[in-house]
């Protein structure tokens, strides 16, 4: 990346550094995992820090920070729902920490813990693969929407697309949670 390219991306008083125009991609969010993937290391290599050594201490810390900023924009965007919170963000809507859905839908996600609980504390591995295949598809309709959504949102520009990204971002937050729950003990 060369520093026009950057500057044009960097943040100027108090704006977040746009990832899409750090590497070069339209601001949408179904994007070309191979395409983000040869960018993000096509521009690594130029900002990255060990290129800096000799450099003066300004220039060191400045392309630590470029290849810190570079890293960070590859992660977000390479996460469906990492990429969707920042598109969210940069329309204007953001997701607090404690955000909740409709009151049938925490008790759906209540339920289903206690029984991912139960079927832990059994050692139920066929209820577990189970349990897991169903949130699984459930997560891939989800993103399923979200993408349909934005599809929505960059075609017409109606900005009131955006509550129902961010209930079904919420969603995704609370699938992810689950998921996790099958990373941690099994």
């Known amino acids: 990346m060369t520093q026009p390219e950057f500057r044009r991306a960097a943040p100027r008083g108090g704006q977040e550094v746009d990832f899409y125009a750090l590497l070069g991609l339209a601001e949408r969010y179904e994007i070309d995992r ?17 290129r800096f050594v000799a450099a ?18 590859y ?3 390479k996460r469906p729902l990492a990429r969707a919170e920042y ?17 049938g839908f925490l008790m759906e996600v209540l339920e289903l813990r206690e029984e991912l609980a139960t079927a832990k504390q059994a050692g139920d591995a066929a209820k577990l693969r189970q349990l897991e295949s169903a949130m699984r598809h459930r997560e891939e309709d ?7 959504l ?3 949102l960059e075609e ?4 009131s697309v955006l509550t129902d990204i961010k209930r079904e971002v919420i969603l995704m937050r609370y699938i992810e949670r689950y998921l996790d729950e099958f990373q941690d003990d099994i």
């Open 75 to 77: 992660k977000t965007l």
């Open 156 to 159: 017409s520009g109606d900005s």
């Open 87 to 103: 598109l969210l963000a940069r329309r204007g809507t953001s997701i607090g920490a404690n955000e909740t859905l409709e009151p």
């Open 142 to 148: 989800t993103l399923g929407r979200i993408a349909a």
């Open 56 to 73: 003066p201490a300004a220039e060191r810390v400045a392309a630590l920070q470029r290849s810190m900023q570079l890293n960070q924009a």
């Open 150 to 152: 934005f599809g929505t």
């Open 34 to 50: 191979a395409e983000l993937e040869s960018r993000y290391l096509e521009k690594s290599k130029n900002v990255h820090p060990d």
